[in-house]
């Protein structure tokens, strides 16, 4: 039963465009990240998240930004998307050990 | 920073025992994690070692031995549902931020 949700689950846009990926979860965690993950690769930090109005970057640079105005909702935004940013970004949360991830935005720019 | 070893693949047939190493460095050390992905889905996690020794759940084992900076994971009476990558995550000292493996795609034939 998935508690973090993000939509939408697959984006084809063009370059340039403005995008948000939307992630949400339900059960209270403080801690939310963002990854990217290319398919058969590792996962790379994007952004993180202590709390509300706490954000950080991670190891990778991606030319977004995200916000956590309420615990439940972490956002990312690509202000100019390119060809480069095709890749899955998978939204995560943790309370203690373990993270739970969502389904992913499998995102591809044209 | 912190750097993990893990083999790039495994094979093994259906009903056998496989076991995927990983290795680490890093600086301090919280845990080692363990997460399962399927071609196209989300991590999801497997079992967590903060402690030496072995953490066993149905088919799954994981172990770890801080001394040595290793551990593995153990699948037990494969089945072909088990086809997935695997990663090993470090949570390195004085931080939240698990650091992730490249992964191990796991084949399992009949």
């Known amino acids: 039963e998935a508690d973090i949700y993000q939509t939408p689950r697959y984006l084809v846009i063009g370059t340039g465009k403005k995008i948000t990926l939307e992630c949400s979860q339900t059960m209270g965690h403080d801690k939310m990240y963002w990854y990217q993950q290319d398919p058969g690769m590792e996962l790379h930090l994007i952004h993180y998240s202590y709390g509300v109005n706490s954000t950080e970057k991670g190891d990778l640079s991606s030319e977004s930004t995200v916000s956590r105005i309420r615990t439940e909702h972490f956002p990312l935004t690509l202000e100019s998307a390119r060809p480069s940013h095709t890749s899955q970004y998978l939204c995560a949360s943790s309370e203690g050990s373990g993270y739970t991830f969502g389904s992913g935005t499998r995102l591809t720019v044209v | 920073g912190q750097s993990l070893e893990q083999p790039s693949e495994v094979t093994a047939v259906e009903g056998a025992i496989v076991q995927i190493n990983c290795t680490y460095q890093t600086s301090g050390f919280y845990g080692l994690s363990w997460y399962q992905q399927h071609d196209g889905g989300a991590p999801t ?62 084949i399992v034939h009949p």
Do not use: H
Not at chain 2, 58 to 83: A, I, T
């Open chain 2, 45 to 106: 996690f497997l079992s967590y070692n903060g402690l030496d020794g072995l953490e066993e759940t149905g088919r799954f084992s994981s172990f770890l031995s801080r001394s040595d900076s290793y551990g593995y994971l153990l699948l037990q009476e494969l089945q072909m549902k088990d086809s997935a990558s695997y990663f090993c995550a470090v949570k390195p000292g004085g931080s939240y931020i698990p650091t992730f493996g490249r992964g191990t795609s796991l």
